[in-house]
DNA sequence: CCTTAAACGGACGATATCGTCCGACTAAGA
DNA sequence: TCTTAGTCGGACGATATCGTCCGTTTAAGG
């Protein structure tokens, strides 16, 4: 017990990832969140989340050593979500109009994966997240560049305005009883309202 | 000194409003309280509340003997005004579009003073608050019908829509930089969307 | 099967927030 | 000015949540 201690140094096993049970247990975490904190807000209690994980709160620690870390990873993974979605919309073929309704439509339907930096959450703050952020506003930017250029979407919209109604659907109203269907008709409205504007119409005094 | 105790009974003193620093208070704490649900959410300290309005926490608790009794006022106070304002929208002359735009300007202009049900807050309860909610949705699904019966507002908008659209731009996005002009672009490309579909655009299929 | 690094989960002391209670204070009528 | 009902505000015990720590359990390579 005495001399022996290091000749076996490279014997030590290595593993390669991490353990099943923990791949999961993180996943179940993530998930459990997600809901929670979209039920509860972002000061939903460790423990409940915990608990909706089915796991102790030392697991909860140990994979996100605080709440922030927790927070942070959600937003990060909400981004990925909106990135994958706005680029699905890029690679349509459609009218760009059309694009954009994917992207709204989809993103109605992920619904409470989306925990957006909305909720009173931060804003994000590490940097992978922010480069997700910037490439899912570049990639919705040129649908929506293509829609001015070609005539059919009006010209003061932003690439900015779309990204803030995706988060207001997104986001929703909290006591709505069935939002994904106001949310649908929502978009359909706003959707209308990128065209264009028609000018001579007999709808009225928009004068400014 | 001595048989005289009765006769004064009638000579209580009667009061008749609230004391003014009393009456002072309780508005300080709720527009404190408003300010904070919207920075910190429906979960904010009440000492917090407290430290802001210049009071104690005793205060607070006199006025408003829970957390949900100040959380309702502040709902009952928000819905006021939004009945307050679908009045005046109602009252205009013009087209029943601009009505809705004045509605929805107003809305947003009102902005950190509309704490509605959002926010996670409960949805009102007693039924005062109900009583102004359902009075302003009527008041607003007047001006709607006034537009549809003319011809000026598409058919399949419900006056639950325009609700639905004034709270998103009330509860707004809460870590955007400056919401109030995001809003505004909202509303003008929303209330383009309001006009009735036209038909033969060369803007693509929407099926459906 | 055995070994071992790694993960599990809940008990625990520290801290934060709650809502109450009561002695000091003040507005306002007489 | 005097009186007093009503208000003020913060200290306080109770409760809730936090994040850590460590003995137990488990996955997985040998």
Redesign the interface.
Known sequence: MIGAVTENQDKVVRRRGPRKDAADNRDRVLAAAAVAVRR????VPMATIAADAGVGVGTVYRHYPSRDALLGALTHRSFQLVLETARRAAALD??P??GI?FFLERTIEHGSDLVL????G??PSDQATVALRDEAHRTLGSILERGQDDG?I?D???R??IV??G??LA?G????PDWTA?AR??A????????P??RG??????SR
């Open positions: 509860d807000g972002t000061a459609g009218p109009l059309e309704r930096p909305m909720h009173g931060p804003a059919t009006r003061d919209v932003t900015a305005d803030s109604f988060a207001l986001q109203l909290p006591h709505a106001t008709r929502q359909d409205i706003y959707l209308d309202g990128l065209h504007a028609r119409k007999p709808t009225g005094g928009r």
